[in-house]
């Protein structure tokens, strides 16, 4: 199967619509807004089942919608698992495998030819915006990943993931222009990171303030929104200090470490700003016009003194950010379309960040593209039977070396290294993978073994260690 950056996808957005005919015309076509939480674990809401964090409006959000409870992120760190978000691809067939930074930044970035969520839905007459971290192209040396190269009419927020930790920068992106903050940022690197010394404009609240804008401009049609809060991950330039927040709210005097005061007091403040853009909404008579979706780029982290332990920031799953066991890529998805979702549903649906390219087609009347690893999910979020499924799920991770995992059905196969052993958990009866059954199920780990030789085609970006690097 060819990747995602298909052939037969021209550059030029003002074609897309006629290389995605509509399919469903008669049915109204909603906005949608996809809400990316950036390292929020799977235990950090309410809803999912957090005791101390205070989030009133993302637990509303569920109620008022379909919370699902086997959602998976793309892959365990941000710009793969944005990359699949945007493609429909997942990490054996995606462009963008890992987080490659400065060292090598077409390697993280998206190309001409890519088919995105947003090409597809501008070319279907969507005004379509990311406001927010991007990750997945830049300016210098990666620009043909640019968001309004990639089917953005609108973007406000980070280009660079490493500027995207200082929550105090010296300077934002509007298009591809800088926009000056007033902010102090001494030693500054080329990436825009560092730590502030003088912190006067928070960048979550101009870019919430961003994404309200956005809705006024573009309600008389309909409308995307990809808005993508860096909240709560950390400044990692700041080691300790990292979890960087104007005032810690309804935490101050709780007798906790600093760090742990200030994610919560992150995490409550990205509820607030969901509950902004609910009430926003609401006021313009857009509720039932729009499908908002809710989920986090990978599981939780430890970084800027934030300990995931201390508020079961995983729930009852085993990993953080940067393991293929739950916790890193099992992750919190909450939809809401008042009248076409019903309220207050719990779903097992296995789903993943690549159904999301499929899903929006749909929803907007557009065939979806001819190379997508995805399914829709249409029906269970109209609450009608899915009948299409998975047959697995991949994902593969280059950090210290080259890691896969597989899901088929309710087991779950994780292999550390190249050639090494395949652990097998059984996620029906071990949802923490407490307990490894490969040596018992030596039948099961054969079929995982065949599924995870076929998941994968060889990317030259991202070779695997030991192996020749693939060719273009």
Known sequence: MKPCLCSWLVALSGLLGSLWP?????????????????????????????????TPRIDRLAAEGLRFTQAYAGSTVCAPSRCALMTGRHMGHARVRGNAGRANPLAQSLRVGD??????????????????????????????????????????????QRHAHNYYPSFLWRNEERVRLRNAVPNEDPDGAGVSDNKIEYSADLIADEALAFIRRAQDRPFFLYFAPTIPHANNEAGPAGMEVPDLGWYRDRDWPPAQKAHAAMISRLDRDVGRILDLLR????????????????????????????????????????????????????ARWPGRVPAGRVSGQVTAFWDFLPTVAELAGVANPPACDGISIVPTLLGRPQRRQHEFLYWEFFEGGFKQAIRAGDWKGIRLAPGGP????????????????????????????RLLAGAREDSPDWPVPGQAKATR
């Open 115 to 160: 088919v995105t969520v947003a090409g597809m839905l501008q070319g279907a007459g969507y005004t379509t915006a990311l406001i927010g971290k991007w990750g997945l192209g830049d300016v210098g040396g990666a620009e043909a990943g640019l968001p309004r190269r990639q089917g953005f009419d609108y973007f406000f927020g980070y280009l660079n």
């Open 22 to 54: 509509a399919v469903h015309a008669a049915a109204p076509r909603p906005n949608i807004i996809f809400i990316l939480a950036d390292d929020l674990g799977y235990g950090d809401l309410g809803c999912y089942g957090q005791q101390r964090i205070r």
């Open 283 to 334: 006021e313009l008579g857009l509720d039932e016009r729009t499908l908002v979706l809710f989920s986090s780029d990978n599981g939780p982290h430890r970084e800027g003194g934030f300990d995931p332990a201390f508020n079961d920031s995983s729930g009852p799953l085993r990993g953080i950010k940067r393991d293929l066991y739950e916790g890193g890529i099992r992750v919190p998805f909450i």
């Open 422 to 449: 395949l652990e097998l958990y059984d996620l029906k009866t071990d949802l923490g993978e407490t307990r490894d059954l490969a040596a018992s199920r030596p039948g099961v780990v054969q079929r995982l073994d």
